[in-house]
């Protein structure tokens, strides 16, 4: 079984099957396999605020390079023995990829609202699938498929997360802090972090047990093309100022959150 096998069609619900180079559902719906081996769920263009290539192109380079590697070797560890793993919002796939590196015996899919995410996706390992699915709309994953769910800055759902879980599945959730490159935000008008982003994720769970809190927090030593890269990755793309970077130290700060579903 792969992650393409774990799907439902997103317009009547049933389950997808492959045929060559398609999923087709019993209705008759049909989503064709990219070349680049991804899938394009959506229904609908991507919304404007969905990851550009240059957003993923700097992502890819920033990662590369390490920088994050203790928040994905915790997120690849909170998994657990998880053997269907789910990455919302997944971007490059990265840390599905460390996850799935962890755990052998794992297969992955990643889902992400932007084509050109899902594409990066696609090749970030062997034992991963890509779809184009938006978290907040629905999922076209079928009931109880996952063991875990994955959830690396990106968009929450709590019941389509409930949904797609097995009970006792578990969700990891990394939340920054509000600490979280503190020094680039006066300088570049980046974003504000709310400093109770992990108790306000917990509160939208009632009933999810939180098996643990981890904390991940060092010191980055960036150079100015770095410092530009950490911007240019995310939402802050769309933010702040992007001219005249300068290199930094700055803060890593982050919380894992693993929670267990209910049932």
Not at 65 to 88: L, M, N, T
Not at 189 to 203: P, Q, R, S, T
Not at 208 to 232: C, G, N, P, S
Request: aromatic residues 4%; glycine residues 8%; negative net charge.
């Amino acid at each position: 079984m792969n992650g393409l096998d774990w799907l439902r069609c997103p317009h009547c619900e049933a389950p997808l099957h492959r045929d060559t180079s398609a999923l087709r559902c019993p209705s008759g719906h049909a989503f064709d396999v990219a070349r680049q081996g991804y899938v394009n769920l959506l229904g609908r263009a991507a919304p404007a605020n969905a990851d550009t290539p240059a957003m993923l192109e700097a992502r890819e380079r920033f990662l590369t390079a390490g920088h994050y590697a203790p928040v994905a070797q915790a997120a690849a560890a909170a998994v657990g023995d998880a053997r269907r793993v789910v990455e919302v919002g997944a971007g490059t796939g990265y840390y599905l990829a460390r996850a799935l590196e962890a755990h052998p015996a794992a297969e992955g899919l990643a889902t992400d609202v932007s084509p050109a995410a899902a594409r990066r996706a696609a090749r970030a390992h062997p034992r991963a699938a890509s779809i184009v699915a938006d978290t907040w709309a629905g999922l076209p994953i079928a009931d109880g498929a996952a063991d875990a769910v994955l959830c690396v800055f990106a968009p929450r759902n709590p019941a389509e997360f409930a949904r797609i879980l097995v009970p006792g599945g578990r969700l990891v959730v990394v939340v920054p802090r509000s600490v979280h490159l503190v020094e680039l935000r006066a300088d570049y008008g980046l974003l504000d972090v709310a400093a109770d982003k992990a108790e306000a994720l917990v509160g939208s769970l009632p009933g999810w047990r939180v098996a643990a809190l981890d904390t991940v927090e060092r010191r980055l030593e960036l150079t100015a093309d770095e410092v530009a890269d950490v911007i240019a990755m995310g939402p802050n793309a769309f933010h702040g100022e992007r001219s005249g970077m300068a290199a930094a130290s700055v803060t890593v700060a982050v919380d894992i959150l693993t929670l267990v579903r209910p049932g």
